[in-house]
C-alpha cells in the first residue's frame, strides 16, 4: 500500500531521524537488528491507554467554569467569583500532542521496516489526536499542530501555531486519508491490542467521518457554507457515520489496574469539584420526562422515610417547600404519596439567583444557608439530608462509594463496589442531532425532524447503556431489592415506552425549533461539560427569556463579562518559544496578561470580547435566534 501524503510528509523528517539513529548505533557499535523495538500494534494501546480529554485536573478546574458560564450547572450560588477564574488548557485538553507522538512513532516503525499493511495503526492515533486536539482548539484558538511532537524525529524544536482557519480544513483532508487507509484490504489490526473498537477498521472510518460532523457545527457561525460542505461530504461519504450503540465511541480502558487506577479514571474524589445542579436545567429535564435526569444527576436525601420522620420529629414546616408541595398528607398529616412520584420527585437543582446571603431570608435561609434545618437527631445520632440533586460522580469515575439515605439508627445500606469506568465520547445522539441542526439550517439535505428524533432516542439510550455498565446506583431492580429500606423507592433504568412519552411532551416535541434542537444537544452534553459550553457559545441557548430553558441575566454583572476562552499570560522572556508565542497571540488579537506575577486580567471582559476565530460571529451568551 501506498502511504498517503500525510505519511509521505512525515515521512521524510522520519528519514532524517533514523539516519541520526543509525549513526548513534555506529557510535556505540551496536547492531541496531539487536536492538528490541516496540510493535505498533503495542504502541496503539499504549496511546489509547493516554488518551484522555478529561481527566482529574478537568474536574478540578474547568468543569466548574464551564457549567457556570454556559448555566447548565453552577458551583453554588452566582457571584462576581463565579466568572472570576479563567479557563486552564489542562492536561486532557493537550492530550492531542502524546497522540500525534504514538503516530508519528508508530509511522518510523512502518516506514523503517517496511511494514506497509499496518499504517492503519498509526491512523487511528491521528483520529485520536484530531479528536482531543479539537477540545484544545475549543478554548485556545491557535494551537501547534503540523509541527508538533517532530522533534525527537528531526523536526523543529520550536514547533510553529497554525491557524484554526486552517487547521479545520486540515482536519478534515487527514480525516479522509485515514478513512482512506481504513478501507484499503491490505491493512491488518490486531483486535486485542485495539480495546476501542477491537481492529474493526470499518468503525474507525465511521469514527473518523463522524468526526467531521463535530468540525463542521463549530464553523457554522463563522463560515456556514464550508460547515455545509464539510457536512454534506461526510454525510455522503460511502463509509458511513456513527448511527448506532454498536458503533459509537464508548468504551473502557481496562477491567482491573495493577498500581495506579487506569481502569477508574481516577482515585481521586471528585465531590467537591463536580459542581452543582441548576434547577432550570433539571425542572426542564423533568417536565419532559427525560430518563437521563436519573443518570447525570443523584436522587437528593430525602425519601419517604426521612419525609415522615421529619414529620414525626415535628418539624415538617422545614423540609424544603418543593418536598412539601410535591407529597400528599393523610387525615393525620402522615406522608401518604408523592404527587410526582419516584424517582422524578427527586431530582431537584439548585436555584439560579445571584450572591444570595443572610440579607435575603426566605432564599438563603431555605436553599444555601440552611445551617441544621435539614438534620435529623435520634438516639444520639445525626444525620444530614443533601437537598439538591449532585452531578453523578460515578459516571465520572469508577472508584466511588455510596450510602443509601436513613434516618439516625437506621440501617447501614452501601454500594461501595469498584467498577471500571466507561466513557462515551461520540455517539450515535450526537450525530444524529448535529445532522437535525445542519439540516434544519438548510446547509444539508435530509428529514430534520427525523434526524432531531433519531438523535433525543440514541441519546437516551446510549446514556443508558453508559449508566448501565457505570453500575451506578439505585440501576435496576436488582439494586434497589438489595438494599430494602423505602417500599416507595424507584429503580433508575430506561423503562418500556419512556422515550415515546418524553417525544411528546412539549417541552421535546418537534414544532421546527432551533431552540429545542440546541437543547437536547445540551442535555446529551450533560457529562461533558466543554462540549455544552461550546455548544452554548456557539448556538446562545439557553436562551434569556425562554419559556423552555432560560439564561438568566443578571442585573449585577454584564453578558460582555463572562469569559469565551481561556487567558493568555504573558510567556517568560526566557522561553526560546516566546517570540512564536507573542506573535501567535497578536495574530488572535489576543491581550497576553499584562504581568508574569500569576494575577493576568484585571478584568474579564477581554476573554468575551477577543474572541476565538471561530466564534466571533456567534451570539452573546444566551442571545439564541
Known amino acids: 500500500m501506498k502511504a498517503n501524503k500525510i505519511f509521505i510528509a512525515l515521512s521524510l523528517i522520519t528519514v532524517v531521524g533514523l539516519t541520526s539513529c543509525r549513526d548513534q548505533f555506529a557510535e556505540l557499535n551496536q547492531n541496531p537488528a539487536a536492538v528490541t523495538t516496540a510493535d505498533p500494534s503495542f504502541l496503539l494501546t499504549k496511546a489509547q491507554l493516554a488518551f484522555e480529554t478529561n481527566d482529574y485536573t478537568f474536574w478540578f478546574y474547568n468543569h466548574r467554569l464551564f457549567n457556570n458560564f454556559s448555566q447548565m450547572g453552577s458551583g453554588g450560588s452566582f457571584q462576581e467569583s463565579s466568572y472570576g477564574d479563567q479557563l486552564s488548557n489542562i492536561n486532557g485538553q493537550t492530550n492531542y500532542i502524546t497522540m500525534l507522538s504514538y503516530r508519528n512513532e508508530i509511522l518510523k516503525y512502518v516506514e523503517a521496516n517496511e511494514k506497509p499493511d499496518q499504517y492503519a495503526y498509526a491512523a487511528m492515533c491521528g483520529v485520536l489526536a484530531i479528536y482531543t486536539a479539537i477540545y484544545c482548539i475549543d478554548i485556545s484558538g491557535d494551537i501547534q499542530y503540523t509541527e508538533a511532537s517532530l522533534y525527537r524525529n528531526g523536526g523543529p524544536l520550536t514547533p510553529k501555531y497554525d491557524k484554526v482557519a486552517d487547521l479545520f480544513p486540515l482536519f478534515v483532508d487527514e480525516l479522509n486519508e485515514y478513512i482512506d487507509i481504513f478501507k484499503s484490504p491490505d491493512q491488518v489490526a490486531v483486535a486485542k491490542q485495539d480495546i476501542i473498537y477491537n481492529g474493526d477498521l470499518k468503525k474507525w472510518a465511521k469514527l473518523a467521518n463522524t468526526i467531521k460532523l463535530k468540525i463542521a457545527v463549530r464553523l457554522i457561525a463563522q463560515d456556514s457554507a464550508k460547515a455545509g460542505s464539510i457536512a454534506k461530504e461526510a454525510l455522503g461519504n460511502a463509509v458511513g457515520l456513527i448511527d448506532s450503540i454498536d458503533d459509537a465511541f464508548i468504551f473502557h480502558k481496562a477491567d482491573a489496574s495493577t498500581g495506579g487506577d487506569l481502569a477508574y479514571q481516577t482515585g481521586n474524589s471528585l465531590s467537591g469539584y ?100 435539614y438534620e435529623l437527631k435520634k438516639d444520639g445520632a445525626s444525620k444530614g439530608y443533601g437537598l439538591f440533586s449532585a452531578v453523578n460522580e460515578e459516571m465520572v469515575r469508577g472508584r466511588v462509594d455510596f450510602t443509601l439515605p436513613t434516618i439516625p439508627g437506621g440501617p447501614v445500606l452501601q454500594d461501595n463496589t469498584d467498577v471500571p469506568w466507561w466513557g462515551l465520547y461520540l455517539g450515535a445522539g450526537e450525530t444524529n442531532l448535529y445532522l437535525a441542526e445542519l439540516s434544519q439550517l438548510g446547509l444539508i439535505s435530509g428529514n430534520a425532524k427525523s434526524y432531531y428524533e433519531r438523535g433525543v432516542t440514541l441519546s437516551v439510550q446510549e446514556w443508558d447503556y453508559v449508566a448501565s455498565m457505570n453500575k451506578i446506583p439505585y440501576y435496576g431492580a436488582a439494586w434497589v431489592a438489595a438494599r430494602p429500606y423505602d417500599p416507595l423507592e424507584a429503580s433508575i433504568e430506561l423503562k418500556d415506552g419512556e422515550i415515546d412519552a418524553m417525544l411528546a411532551t412539549d417541552a421535546v416535541k418537534w414544532d421546527g425549533s432551533m431552540e429545542k434542537i440546541y437543547l437536547q444537544q445540551l442535555m ?99 442571545g439564541g435566534k
Open 274 to 373: 463536580m459542581g452543582g445542579s441548576s434547577k432550570n436545567v433539571i425542572d426542564f429535564m423533568v417536565a419532559a420526562r427525560d430518563p437521563r435526569v436519573r443518570f447525570f444527576y443523584t436522587k437528593n436525601g430525602f425519601n419517604s422515610k426521612i419525609i415522615q420522620e421529619f414529620i414525626d420529629e415535628g418539624k415538617k414546616d422545614d423540609l424544603p417547600p418543593f418536598v412539601l408541595d410535591n407529597i400528599n398528607l393523610d387525615g393525620d398529616g402522615n406522608f401518604e404519596s408523592y404527587k410526582l412520584g419516584e424517582p422524578w420527585c427527586r431530582y431537584v437543582g439548585r436555584p439560579i439567583v445571584w450572591n444570595p446571603s443572610a440579607e435575603y431570608d426566605a432564599m438563603s435561609g431555605i436553599y444555601f444557608d440552611t445551617g441544621s434545618r
Open 524 to 622: 446529551n452534553f450533560t457529562m461533558m461539560p466543554d462540549e455544552s459550553f461550546v455548544t452554548a457559545r456557539r448556538s446562545g441557548y439557553p436562551k434569556i427569556g425562554s419559556k423552555l430553558l432560560p439564561y438568566v441575566k443578571f442585573a449585577a454583572i454584564d453578558l460582555t463579562a463572562i469569559p469565551r476562552r481561556r487567558e493568555f499570560s504573558e510567556p517568560s522572556i526566557t522561553d526560546i518559544m516566546y517570540d512564536i508565542r507573542m506573535a501567535s497571540l497578536r495574530d488572535q488579537g489576543f491581550t497576553p496578561g499584562t504581568n508574569q506575577s500569576g494575577t493576568g486580567y484585571t478584568s474579564n471582559s477581554v476573554l468575551n470580547t477577543e474572541r476565538l476565530w471561530q466564534d466571533k460571529s456567534a451570539p452573546q451568551w444566551g
